[in-house]
Every structure is written in C-alpha cells, then in structure tokens.
C-alpha cells in the first residue's frame, strides 16, 4: 500500500467523485469510469433524481476536502417542514429548537459537477466518461467495461478498485453472481414508487410558496413533498403506492384522473403547477428500495461505498450525507495504514452498523412524514422536543436533531437514543404524564426534562438487558 497505486474508481457520481477527490489530495494515482456523459456538458434529464436534502454530515466532508464555501451558494437553506392540510392551511415545524440548525435544499447536478471539476483539476486523477462496468474480476483487480462512443469492450487493471456506482452495482453483482466467497445481499422494495414533478418559477422569478422550507402535504397512505431550487423554482415529489388505494400509480393513468385525484387531495399544490399534467406523464415511476449487504471487500482488492454498499429509501434526507460520510470515515483508517485489506476490515466493521441504522431510520421517517406529521400527539411530542431544545441546547437533541445535527454521533447511537426518548415521551404524553402549553415555564420544563431522561434512560436499560439474555 504506497502512493503509487493505481486506484480505480467505478461510477462517477456523488461518492465516487468525492472519494476520487479525497484520494487525489492523499496523493494516489485515481482512474475513475462512469457510465453516463459527462453531466457538465449536457443537460441531466428531469424526473430521475429527488432533489438532495443537504446537511451537517455531507458538510463535513466537504470540510475535510477544502469545499466548504464552494459548496454554500449552492445551498438553500430550509428551517422546517411546512406542513399542507388537504384545506390548504399550512403550519411550519421547525426542524429544531435551536435557531442555528437546518437542512439545505442543494441540486444533485452542481454538487455532482462541483466534485467532478476539483477531483480533475488534480494531476493525478483521471475521469473517462460513457465507460459502462460490465463485470469486475474481483480476485484479479480487473474491471470490464462497454465503450459507448467506440462500441469496444475495455478491461482495465488497478491496485484497487472501488464500487461507488450506485444502487445497480457492478461490482456488488459481481460479488453475488461470482460465488468466491460468502455474500449476503437483500433488496427490499416499498410498496410506494416516486414520481418527480415541479412547480416552476413565478412570473417575477421569485418562489410561488415559502421558499425556506420542505413542504409536505401528508395524507396517511401518501404524500407530496416539495423543494425549493434556486431559480425560483420547486422539484416536487409524489409517493405513491402502485397498486393499493383508491388512486395508485397504475390506475392514474389519464388526465382526467390525475387532476381529479389532485383536486381532491392536493387542490392547494394544484394552483401552483399548471405544468402537471406534462409533468406526469412525461417523467417516469420509479421504484423506492433499501439495499443491504456483506462484507463490502473481497480482501485487499476491491470495496464497496456508498449506495452500491447500503442504498436506502429517502426519507430522511441521509442518503448522500451517509455516503459523504463513508468517505470521511474511510479517510481516518488511511493515515497509518499497512495494507488495504486491513483497512477495509476496520473500515467495514465499523461503519455497517451505523448504515443499517439509517437504512432503518429511513424507513421510520417514511411513515412519520406521510401520516404522523398530522396526528396531534405527534405534534405535541414535536413542540414539546422543540420547546426543550430552545431552553436546554446543549442538554437535549430529539431523534431528527442526533440524525441530522449531530455529525459526530454515529447513526446507531442516534437511532437508540432517538427512539428511546420517542418512546418516552409518547407515553408520558399519552398517559398525561407530561404536557406543554404556551404557559409552561422554564422550571416546569427542567421537570419535564428530568422525566423524559430517566425514562429513557430506563428503556435504554431494558434493551441493553434483553440483548444480553
């Protein structure tokens, strides 16, 4: 393990140009193929991306390589989520007590194109576009490719390879259709597809709604979420089931039916997107799924990162700050690293509990977002975490705030802690344990405090018992 190896990279894409920027600065020689053009001399199609959630831990890494302020007038910062009942009254729910602490809204494409013009603009980091992974020779470091533009097949050799190329990995099926080792793969699929569509800018240019936030129009079994982008406009999302309820997306399938099933439950976002129908029927379905894997390595050759290693749904904003943050983490085994295998080991054994514990908590926000936004002891529980985060800063952090806040605290850490304290509060307040007013006071509040972190502490205990048994 020197700086002289040759390093290949498969997909260019969020991970994989943030890695081969990462491994560029350390000096290793990086060639990184992806399969698409190069997304900065054309224009990426609408309706294949949900627009990026943008937070503390995709921050860090970009710290860690010298993108901080690039990165921020690409960023617009969102508070809270506005909440849309089906009369089109709104609410907005700060994300968190503490006025410093938000999320941004960030377009996939300029973050994606950021990464790509720092990592080339490094001598030793080399980028070929139109090269599709094919299959990877995970024993000899090789990895096939088809040539788009000479219709050639192409095979290249490295020191190491990395799989960064999504939730469709090359690498990953190599892995699982090879059968040279032991491989543990699950695919699981929501019920629910994503259909994206948009509400373009006002007249003036400026923003049609709040610009601030993430709008989201629950209604139980589905939901619209909209984000704002910087010319004015929102990429907007429908989740959906495709077969069940009374509207699903294989039976909208007329204009008729669409408007009528938007009339009914969206009639406020309607106003705003005279463009829907177009929008519809042009841009594609496409499926919600959590991928789970191991191990990521085949010995000192090749590793999994981000979604080819852990895809999961997007409902709680982490899919690209989980896999920036592979990155951070990667880089910390690197410094006084022997060979590759051991890093990878160390690397994997690690990180795999926190990216199973997202996968989970994305999965939980799924549920919260499209339905318990509206139930009232949700929103009692919500004002309640706020409330206590305003007066008690450094002394309490609800679930979303260890998730999303906290870009030193392991995902798995956040994720029991977080459902601990939810766990406890919705019992206290559903047993008239514990209630907030605009009449609570500060004493009060420390009282409550103190209740909610013994319980918690309890139902900590107990799961820490049970595991043990």
Same mark, same amino acid.
């Not at 990184?32 to 937070?55: H, M």
């Not at 406890?424 to 509040?445: F, G, Q």
């Given at each position: 393990?020197?700086?002289?190896?040759?390093?290949?990279?498969?997909?260019?894409?969020?991970?994989?140009?943030?890695?081969?920027?990462?491994?560029?600065?350390?000096?290793?020689?990086?060639?990184?193929?992806?399969?698409?053009?190069?997304?900065?001399?054309?224009?990426?199609?609408?309706?294949?991306?949900?627009?990026?959630?943008?937070?503390?831990?995709?921050?860090?890494?970009?710290?860690?390589?010298?993108?901080?302020?690039?990165?921020?007038?690409?960023?617009?910062?969102?508070?809270?989520?506005?909440?849309?009942?089906?009369?089109?009254?709104?609410?907005?729910?700060?994300?968190?007590?503490?006025?410093?602490?938000?999320?941004?809204?960030?377009?996939?494409?300029?973050?994606?194109?950021?990464?790509?013009?720092?990592?080339?603009?490094?001598?030793?980091?080399?980028?070929?576009?139109?090269?599709?992974?094919?299959?990877?020779?995970?024993?000899?470091?090789?990895?096939?490719?088809?040539?788009?533009?000479?219709?050639?097949?192409?095979?290249?050799?490295?020191?190491?390879?990395?799989?960064?190329?999504?939730?469709?990995?090359?690498?990953?099926?190599?892995?699982?259709?090879?059968?040279?080792?032991?491989?543990?793969?699950?695919?699981?699929?929501?019920?629910h597809g994503y259909k994206e569509l948009s509400i373009l800018p006002a007249k003036n240019g400026g923003y049609k709604v709040f610009k601030n936030a993430?709008?989201?129009?629950?209604?139980?079994?589905?939901?619209?979420?909209?984000?704002?982008?910087?010319?004015?406009?929102? =990429?907007?999302?429908?989740?959906?089931?495709?077969?069940?309820?009374?509207?699903?997306?294989?039976?909208?399938?007329?204009?008729?039916?669409?408007?009528?099933?938007?009339?009914?439950?969206?009639?406020?976002?309607?106003?705003?997107?005279?463009?829907?129908?177009?929008?519809?029927?042009?841009?594609?379905?496409?499926?919600?799924? =959590?991928?789970?894997?191991?191990?990521?390595?085949?010995?000192?050759?090749?590793?999994?990162?981000?979604?080819?290693?852990?895809?999961?749904?997007?409902?709680?904003?982490?899919?690209?700050?989980?896999?920036?943050?592979?990155?951070?983490?990667?880089?910390?085994?690197?410094?006084?690293?022997?060979?590759?295998?051991?890093?990878?080991?160390?690397?994997e054994k690690s990180r795999k509990i926190d990216t199973d514990a997202i996968a989970d908590l994305a999965i939980d926000n799924f549920h919260e977002m499209?339905?318990?936004?509206?139930?009232?002891?949700?929103?009692?529980?919500?004002?309640?975490?706020?409330?206590?985060?305003?007066?008690?800063?450094?002394?309490?952090?609800?679930?979303?705030?260890?998730?999303?806040?906290?870009?030193?605290?392991?995902?798995?850490?956040?994720?029991?802690?977080?459902?601990?304290?939810?766990?406890?509060?919705?019992?206290?307040?559903?047993?008239?344990?514990?209630?907030?007013?605009?009449?609570?006071?500060?004493?009060?509040?420390?009282?409550?405090?103190?209740?909610?972190?013994?319980?918690?502490?309890?139902?900590?205990?107990?799961?820490?018992?049970?595991?043990?048994?």
């Open positions: 393990m020197t700086k002289k190896d040759n390093i290949l990279i498969v997909g260019a894409g969020l991970c994989g140009s943030l890695l081969a920027l990462r491994l560029g600065q350390r000096g290793y020689n990086i060639s990184v193929y992806e399969k698409r053009p190069d997304l900065r001399k054309i224009d990426i199609s609408a309706g294949r991306s949900i627009n990026l959630a943008f937070s503390d831990r995709g921050i860090k890494a970009m710290k860690l390589v010298g993108l901080e302020e690039k990165v921020k007038p690409l960023c617009i910062p969102m508070n809270g989520r506005m909440l849309h009942d089906v009369a089109g009254n709104t609410v907005l729910a700060p994300y968190s007590g503490r006025e410093h602490e938000y999320i941004n809204s960030i377009s996939r494409g300029d973050l994606n194109a950021l990464l790509l013009d720092e990592a080339e603009a490094l001598p030793n980091v080399t980028i070929y576009f139109n090269h599709k992974s094919t299959e990877v020779d995970f024993e000899n470091s090789i990895a096939h490719f088809y040539q788009y533009e000479t219709k050639s097949e192409v095979s290249k050799k490295a020191d190491v390879i990395f799989g960064t190329d999504g939730a469709g990995s090359s690498l990953r099926k190599s892995y699982y259709l090879g059968k040279k080792f032991l491989f543990s793969f699950s695919q699981d699929y929501l019920t993430l709008h989201i129009w629950g209604r139980g079994d589905f939901m619209l979420i909209a984000l704002p982008n910087l010319d004015g406009s929102f =990429t907007v999302t429908l989740f959906l089931s495709y077969a069940e309820g009374e509207y699903n997306f294989n039976n909208l399938t007329t204009k008729e039916k669409v408007l009528e099933f938007f009339t009914t439950y969206f009639k406020d976002a309607l106003e705003l997107m005279p463009n829907l129908i177009d929008d519809f029927f042009e841009n594609p379905t496409s499926p919600l799924g =959590t991928v789970k894997c191991s191990p990521w390595h085949y010995k000192g050759n090749t590793l999994l990162m981000g979604d080819s290693a852990h895809a999961i749904v997007p409902f709680y904003g982490q899919g690209m700050n989980a896999s920036f943050e592979d990155v951070v983490e990667f880089d910390k085994y690197l410094d006084d690293a022997q060979d590759w295998e051991s890093v990878f080991k160390a690397f499209k339905g318990h936004v509206n139930n009232a002891i949700f929103r009692e529980k919500r004002n309640l975490e706020m409330a206590l985060e305003k007066n008690f800063p450094t002394e309490y952090s609800s679930k979303y705030s260890l998730v999303t806040f906290n870009e030193n605290i392991g995902y798995y850490k956040a994720m029991t802690q977080g459902r601990a304290q939810d766990k406890a509060m919705l019992n206290m307040i559903a047993d008239h344990d514990i209630s907030i007013s605009e009449k609570t006071s500060k004493e009060e509040l420390a009282a409550i405090l103190k209740k909610v972190q013994t319980e918690t502490e309890n139902i900590l205990e107990e799961d820490r018992i049970a595991k043990n048994m």
